[in-house]
């Protein structure tokens, strides 16, 4: 008998080779994958995490307070500088200061350092001095401290309450008094409570000293939270870190996309692809069936298969501008004269919105559904569709109840493909819908519920705006991170979906062989 390895020892040196240069492509592929998740999870929901404030004394005597963001080295080795996150934007325009390492004398970090976070003006950073309530009782000290949170307690309260009032209850009673309704005394009651919490929110003050020390006067109708990061726990920056997280997955955004949340963005994205989906499965399954199953395998046909690869190499931004033009102004703008015409010339269907954007994102992902269902039509043996005609089936019968479900899982990974590229496009969205900001989702509780004339906010989009078009790139940058990584965790949701249910189809039906 041969020896056990003689097989291995049979083995051609060059595929040999060739497995190992294929594990190494896929090792470095996970590799660079995982680099990027990090990079993104890092720079991003660290941002929310309380990082200490530092009280910096420099040699000639001026003192600032703020966090360290990074260290870079000077232009020819000169030495190096560190950039401090200041805040106090309204007192020297800047929430930025570099300083250089070699100016600096003393780095303490007191614990009666405290951020405060705006609604304007970004952060504010320095100790408490007083606090004023708003029937003019001052406090000082550690008294202060405890006051100021037991008001934003009860700030915090009041607001929630204001905008479920508005949201709840003024915003429907208005739309249904523009139709006709009867609903003048609850609206007016409504407008009432609502005058009256705000009015509950006015008044007191608190005073900042600044590490500097200048004074600076915040109204606490402003403030939305604050914090000491320099006294707080491990276990209060964790609950302080799952709070900010919270906060930025379920609120909107504010502070021209540079603070607050992305919870429009994400409902946004998600609604899109999911109608996007449903717009281009039947159309690219179909035409894929007809494509394989029904034409004549000609010229004509090579012709139209070679066409639609080529349309999954057009430009995006191509696709934009072909939806502008036809969905926006075409029909949209028909429809706006046959349905709406006592809106205009404000126009309901005849600009950007959900319907146009999903719609040209569909044609834009449509040859991908195309040729994946094709190749998994091909793949179905043709014993399949002979087998089931010898029984009696129907040609109809032989498609629905044999070849499709065969192929579905084919259909799905062509849908998964869509949905990879359709949740990252911004280039034609810009053209065709999207917002910079749409406090407002399309979905709410009034007929028709789904609102498709509406624009939306979009994950890929914020990005661009808040990392280009921002006021202060440098403050936005962890954001940009942070809503970076939640794209890519959505659209990793998105596909795991699609991959488990494409899963099941194949233990259903079986999977066909590669071969």
Same mark, same amino acid.
């Given at each position: 008998m041969r020896p056990a390895h003689s097989a291995r020892a049979r083995v051609p040196r060059g595929e040999g080779l060739g497995a190992w240069l294929a594990a190494?492509?896929?090792?470095?592929?996970?590799?660079?994958?995982?680099?990027?998740?990090?990079?993104?999870?890092?720079?991003?929901?660290?941002?929310?995490?309380?990082?200490?404030?530092?009280?910096?004394?420099?040699?000639?005597?001026?003192?600032?307070?703020?966090?360290?963001?990074?260290?870079?080295p000077l232009p020819e080795g000169t030495g190096r500088e560190r950039l401090y996150r200041t805040g106090n934007r309204d007192l020297d325009g800047t929430r930025w200061d570099w300083v250089a390492v070699s100016a600096i004398a003393a780095v303490?970090?007191?614990? %009666?350092? $405290?951020? /405060?976070? +705006?609604? !304007?003006?970004? =952060? &504010?950073?320095?100790?408490?001095?007083?606090?004023?309530?708003?029937?003019?009782?001052?406090?000082?000290?550690?008294?202060?401290?405890?006051?100021?949170?037991?008001?934003?307690?009860?700030?915090?309260?009041?607001?929630?309450?204001?905008?479920?009032?508005? %949201?709840? $209850?003024? /915003?429907? +009673?208005? !739309?249904?008094? =523009? &139709?006709?309704?009867?609903?003048?005394?609850?609206?007016?009651?409504?407008?009432?409570r609502l005058r009256e919490l705000q009015a509950a929110m006015e008044g007191g003050q608190l005073t900042l000293e600044t590490a500097d020390g200048g004074r600076l006067v915040v109204p606490l109708a402003q403030v939305l939270g604050g914090r000491r990061p320099n006294a707080m726990s491990p276990l209060d920056k964790l609950a302080a870190w799952g709070e900010g997280v919270w906060r930025f997955l379920s609120e909107g955004p504010r502070?021209?996309?540079?603070?607050?949340?992305?919870?429009?963005?994400?409902?946004?994205?998600?609604?899109?692809?999911?109608?996007?989906?449903?717009?281009?499965?039947?159309?690219?399954?179909?035409?894929?069936?007809?494509?394989?199953?029904?034409?004549?395998?000609?010229?004509?046909?090579?012709?139209?298969?070679?066409?639609?690869?080529?349309?999954?190499?057009?430009?995006?931004?191509?696709?934009?501008?072909?939806?502008?033009?036809?969905?926006?102004?075409?029909?949209?703008?028909t429809l706006d004269e046959w349905f709406f015409d006592a809106a205009l010339p404000s126009p309901t269907f005849g600009t950007g919105g959900l319907l146009w954007a999903s719609l040209t994102l569909a044609l834009l992902t449509l040859p991908v559904v195309i040729v994946a269902t094709e190749e998994g039509l091909a793949r179905v043996p043709d014993q399949q569709r002979e087998g089931a005609l010898a029984l009696g089936a129907t040609r109809l019968e032989m498609l629905t109840r044999v070849v499709l479900p065969m192929a579905t899982p084919a259909m799905l990974t062509g849908v998964i493909l869509a949905v990879a590229r359709a949740a990252g496009e911004v280039a034609p969205l810009m053209l065709v819908g999207v917002a910079k900001l749409a406090p407002q989702v399309p979905v709410d509780g009034d007929f028709p519920f789904l609102h498709l004339d509406r624009k939306f906010m979009h994950l890929g989009y914020h990005i661009f705006d808040a990392a280009f078009h921002g006021g202060d790139v440098q403050a936005a940058m962890p954001l940009v991170y942070?809503?970076?990584?939640?794209?890519?965790?959505?659209?990793?949701?998105l596909n795991l979906t699609a991959i488990f249910l494409r899963h099941h189809l194949n233990t259903r039906h079986g999977a066909l062989s590669r071969r």
């Open positions: 190494g492509s896929v090792a470095l592929s996970l590799l660079a994958l995982l680099a990027l998740l990090s990079l993104l999870a890092i720079r991003g929901f660290g941002h929310f995490w309380p990082a200490p404030i530092a009280l910096v004394v420099l040699e000639d005597g001026r003192q600032l307070a703020g966090e360290r963001v990074r260290e870079v303490s970090h007191p614990p %009666d350092l $405290v951020v /405060l976070e +705006r609604r !304007r003006w970004g =952060e &504010a950073i320095g100790r408490l001095a007083t606090l004023e309530s708003a029937t003019g009782q001052r406090v000082e000290g550690e008294a202060a401290w405890a006051a100021l949170e037991t008001r934003l307690a009860e700030l915090a309260a009041l607001r929630q309450a204001r905008d479920t009032l508005r %949201d709840e $209850v003024i /915003l429907p +009673r208005v !739309r249904a008094l =523009e &139709a006709g309704a009867d609903v003048d005394r609850e609206l007016a009651m409504a407008n009432t502070a021209a996309n540079t603070a607050g949340g992305v919870w429009p963005a994400i409902f946004g994205t998600v609604l899109m692809v999911m109608l996007m989906s449903i717009l281009v499965t039947p159309f690219g399954v179909l035409a894929a069936i007809y494509l394989n199953e029904v034409a004549h395998q000609g010229r004509l046909t090579r012709l139209v298969r070679i066409a639609v690869r080529n349309l999954a190499g057009v430009p995006s931004i191509v696709y934009g501008v072909f939806g502008l033009g036809v969905f926006v102004y075409g029909i949209g703008g942070a809503t970076a990584l939640l794209l890519v965790l959505v659209i990793l949701v």
